[in-house]
């Protein structure tokens, strides 16, 4: 009898420790691969630097829609290095025999394809709106998924709605068709090889988007919502302020940051915990003619560094020429160095570990990163991504 009591015990222990196990592997860890970026980028994008064991996802970004519905690769050259492992003799320096899927294999990574993004949204509104142009686009998702070895596709259109990328009204039904359409194909290549694939869709964390989206009826086509919780701020707004806040910052829509999104989409609009990913800026924005933050500035840096969109890893170069300030209420770094007048905001280790514990304490999906690779340094290390995997692995 005791025997049976302790083989009973034995098999509950495991099972709650299978329980544990499977969350943490469900912690999603996603990080975007900037493709078109490849050349200027040789180190950081290079695929035997892709810390895969790390990574639940990669979301190769991006494809993107012609107006007829067809889909194509923002860079073909980058494509055929990172989805068919080959490139043109022109740079032989970054030839692979292998593509980013031998890789992710190897760590049971997922790779998705990302399509639309900033740049490559306009066509989105015409394309949805034509049932015609709808199954093209269905049936070139399905077809990227036969040549490839994609596990699904995120459609990151931005923003459905927006006027100045086309959009209108009637975008909020039309992107629930779309979703359909892309659901329907990749459901039926599903019966035929026994693959699962899934839908994500990369979507607005303010508020004022949300109108011109059905959330009710995406919420059951989509198997992950990925909220972008950066660009939340910049250096277009009248003030400094934070580019990805965990917590509403004191000027400003105090709804603008991760803790915000959140409740918008899983409290206000009923989303599944366990469906929402929100994003951790392994990049920053920079504010020049500045020495504080929430104070007036002349726009974004120009000189100082020499890239747009600021890189951790060139700002952490950089880090001993400026002091480092923490934001309480917003629980954000901000750096300044008071001899250039220049401001960054930015994520540091302590934030994105803040966020990794925001994740685990409301069960949520897990994190986004972009762009994936924003941390990685000459050394080969990864410093924000290591925090977010150690807080996800415990």
Not at 173 to 180: S, V
Request: charged fraction near 20%.
């Amino acid at each position: 009898m005791i025997h049976k009591y302790r083989h009973l015990f034995h098999v509950v222990l495991m099972a709650i420790i299978c329980l544990q196990l499977s969350y943490a592997q469900e912690t999603q860890i996603i990080g975007y691969l900037q493709s078109w970026k490849w050349i200027d980028e040789q180190d950081r994008l290079h695929l035997e630097h892709i810390p895969f064991e790390k990574l639940t996802v990669i979301n190769y970004s991006f494809f993107y829609s012609l107006e007829s519905g067809h889909l194509v690769g923002m860079d073909p050259m980058a494509d055929a290095y990172f989805l068919d492992g080959k490139t043109k003799s022109r740079f032989p320096w970054f030839n692979s025999p292998k593509s980013i899927f031998h890789y992710a294999r190897r760590h049971q990574t997922k790779v998705i394809l990302s399509i639309g993004g900033w740049d490559h949204s306009q066509h989105f509104p015409t394309v949805s709106a034509s049932p015609e142009k709808r199954a093209i686009f269905a049936h070139d998702c399905a077809n990227l998924m036969r040549k490839y070895e994609f596990n699904g596709i995120d459609i990151d259109w931005e923003f459905p709605g927006y006027k100045n990328h086309g959009g209108s009204p009637a975008d909020r039904d039309n992107f629930t068709l779309l979703l359909q359409a892309v659901r329907d194909s990749l459901d039926y290549i599903e019966e035929k090889n026994g693959t699962r694939y899934l839908l994500t869709a990369s979507l607005p964390a303010a508020s004022g988007h949300l109108p011109d989206l059905d959330i009710v009826s995406i919420t059951p086509l989509l198997d992950y919502f990925n909220i972008m919780t950066w660009d939340l701020f910049g250096s277009w707004g009248e003030v400094s302020n934070h580019n990805a806040a965990l917590f509403g910052p004191r000027a400003g829509d105090s709804t603008r940051c991760f803790d915000g999104a959140f409740k918008l989409y899983h409290i206000d609009h009923g989303v599944p915990a366990e469906k929402i990913n929100l994003g951790a800026a392994f990049y920053g924005h920079s504010y020049s003619e500045c020495d504080s933050l929430y104070s007036s500035h002349s726009g974004a840096d120009k000189s100082y560094f020499t890239a747009g969109d600021l890189l951790y890893s060139k700002m952490s170069a950089k880090s001993e020429q400026f002091d480092k300030h923490w934001d309480e209420r917003a629980q954000a770094p901000y750096w300044i160095n008071t001899e250039q007048q220049l401001l960054l905001s930015l994520d540091d280790e302590k934030s994105v570990g803040l966020k990794a514990d925001y994740i685990l304490q409301n069960k949520a999906g897990g994190l986004l990163i972009w762009p994936l690779m924003g941390d990685y340094t000459e050394e080969g290390t990864t410093s924000l991504l290591d925090v977010i995997q150690e807080k996800f692995n415990k």
